[in-house]
């Protein structure tokens, strides 16, 4: 629909179907328009535009990013006249919309049931978490989902030790070498990885696209994370993540 109106980029990432993954600029250009529409309900004192933003929200989070106008209008007018940004874990601001659905859903209803006060605190509540996200790039949301992420890992299981079976042939690991859980579209990952070859460090990539079940074995919420290990796998310390 818009392919006439903007030069095609070159992407790292298909918005459609690396989902794993994110351009950075997206998810602040999507709490821009939230925002603006919390905002308008709350000017305007009309609460069924939390509803429709709730709504949605919840759409494009059951159906994909073809179906989130925000989205869209991102990846096929904005990101082909500016370029693709860094690449993130995309799960962090997926949460962010969970949680931003959540709350307008609740203004909503709050406010059709006559707690109009509660519903219009509830809806400037979002604008104003929306207004920091895309002002400063502080996602409380996304915040919210990595200390989660680091909960559950302490909880579950602690990541004290990586097999070395999961590593292959072990690729000569001895004390102090480095395993490091990325994705190849991930920005931040690919510049860690070029961060320790700077320092000279010995690295064991684990590409959790390709190997997903180690990441759900070692609790892998976020990437990228990254641990140095012993030559029988115990690990020494937490480097990244």
């Not at 790292?12 to 709490?31: E, G, K, L, M, S």
């Not at 690729?171 to 190849?184: C, L, M, S, Y």
Request: glycine letters at 12%.
């Amino acid at each position: 629909m818009f392919a006439s109106l903007v030069t095609p980029i070159a992407r790292r990432a298909d918005p459609y179907r690396d989902t794993a993954v994110i351009d950075a600029r997206a998810p602040r250009f999507n709490q821009t328009i939230v925002a603006t529409v919390a905002l308008l309900g709350v000017g305007l004192g009309w609460w069924p535009l939390f509803g429709i933003l709730a709504a949605q929200l919840a759409i494009g989070l059951r159906f994909g990013r073809r179906y989130c106008v925000p989205c869209v209008l991102y990846f096929e007018l904005i990101q082909p006249r500016f370029g693709e940004g860094p690449l993130e874990d995309s799960r962090p601001p997926r949460f962010a919309n969970v949680l931003g659905a959540t709350v307008l859903g609740a203004a909503t209803v709050a406010s059709a049931l006559g707690a109009t006060a509660l519903g219009m605190a509830l809806g400037l509540t979002v604008f104003g978490l929306a207004t920091l996200a895309a002002a400063t790039g502080l996602c409380v949301g996304c915040e919210l989902y990595r200390l989660g992420a680091r909960v559950r890992g302490i909880r579950s299981h602690l990541l004290d030790r990586v097999d070395p079976v999961d590593l292959g042939d072990g690729h000569g690991i001895v004390d102090g070498a480095i395993v490091e859980f990325t994705h190849p579209l991930c920005t931040d990952c690919q510049g860690l990885a070029r961060e320790l070859e700077a320092r000279g460090e010995r690295v064991v990539a684990i590409d959790v696209s390709r190997r997903p079940q180690l990441a759900r074995k070692y609790g892998i919420a976020v990437v990228p994370v990254a641990v140095r290990i012993k030559a029988d796998g115990r690990v020494m310390e937490r480097v990244a993540g």
